[in-house]
């Protein structure tokens, strides 16, 4: 009988979810992205000019408070 591997994700509290080993995303629009790295990295702060992947932009812009003010 084989040992069933499971991917790893780790959810960080303001940055990324960490997703160990290769990753297939699919994207609200129906578009997949691929990913061969060790650990991939996806945005969830949608900020990112690469999203799904995190390009680390939530640590350069400020984040907006929950009634708009900056």
Known sequence: ???RRYARVEITGEGPV???GPVE???GDGAVVRSE???TALCTCRRSRRFPL???SHR???RRSRDGDA
Do not use: G
């Open 1 to 3: 009988m084989s040992e």
């Open 54 to 56: 995190c390009d680390t």
């Open 60 to 62: 350069d812009r400020a």
């Open 18 to 20: 960490l997703v160990r």
């Open 25 to 27: 995303i699919t994207v």
């Open 37 to 39: 790295r060790p650990v």
